[in-house]
T-cell receptor
Framework: DAGITQSPRHKVTETGTPVTLRCHQTENHRYMYWYRQDPGHGLRLIHYSYGVKDTDKGEVSDGYSVSRSKTEDFLLTLESATSSQTSVYFC??????????????FGPGTRLTVL | SQQGEEDPQALSIQEGENATMNCSYKTSINNLQWYRQNSGRGLVHLILIRSNEREKHSGRLRVTLDTSKKSSSLLITASRAADTASYFCATDAGDYKLSFGAGTTVTVRA
């Protein structure tokens, strides 16, 4: 899992509580991504970052916010967790190499359960 | 919405047989990538094929791309138990993001 860690790896929380997941990289890659993975849906992009303090929404961003104050850290916050946000969350990184290359490297995932 | 769709959703084969899975997508792409995910783990990049390429090989993997049909296939030859995993295609439209399909689950029986 090439220099990417996620914390926590598992979390159980209650509906309505805020939750923050952390992604940390040691590769100095510019681009960072948060995905959620649910059965039958593959990976869906939540938010991504293309530099420090530069972030944008993905296809399922409602109820989530992100922050990136340092190159190595990308935080995902569930402002008020709901049961529909029970999922496995993956962080990924990439380094844009020209106009047609974007191989992503994935972290080990965080399994979040919202009761 | 997701760009890529894999077919079949699940595949069960005997060790030593070949496994083929397909991916269809909807819009123009710069490249298409295939990833593998072992149970409980993150995705691992397998192979990338650019839009101007038609076929690419990497070890026991063979990928084809038909941009006129907006489809790709991944062939794993001489499968092994260690190939048991989920396989995802991902399309890169040149906008810093990848769009993943729902995946094909491959089970290799000993």
């Amino acid at each position: 899992d090439a220099g990417i860690t996620q914390s926590p790896r598992h979390k159980v929380t209650e509906t309505g509580t805020p939750v923050t997941l952390r992604c940390h990289q040691t590769e100095n890659h510019r681009y960072m991504y948060w995905y959620r993975q649910d059965p039958g849906h593959g990976l869906r992009l939540i938010h991504y970052s293309y530099g420090v303090k530069d972030t944008d929404k993905g296809e399922v961003s409602d109820g989530y916010s992100v922050s990136r104050s340092k190159t190595e850290d990308f935080l995902l916050t569930l402002e008020s967790a709901t049961s529909s946000q029970t999922s496995v969350y993956f962080c990924a990184i990439s380094e844009w190499a020209g106009s047609s290359y974007n191989e992503q490297f994935f972290g080990p995932g965080t399994r979040l359960t919202v009761l | 919405s997701q760009q890529g769709e894999e077919d079949p959703q699940a595949l069960s084969i005997q060790e030593g047989e070949n496994a083929t899975m397909n991916c269809s997508y909807k819009t123009s792409i710069n490249n298409l990538q295939w990833y593998r995910q072992n149970s409980g783990r993150g995705l691992v990049h397998l192979i990338l094929i650019r839009s101007n390429e038609r076929e690419k090989h990497s070890g026991r993997l063979r990928v084809t791309l038909d941009t006129s049909k907006k489809s790709s296939s991944l062939l794993i030859t001489a499968s092994r138990a260690a190939d048991t995993a989920s396989y995802f295609c991902a399309t890169d439209a040149g906008d810093y993001k990848l769009s993943f399909g729902a995946g094909t689950t491959v089970t290799v029986r000993a």
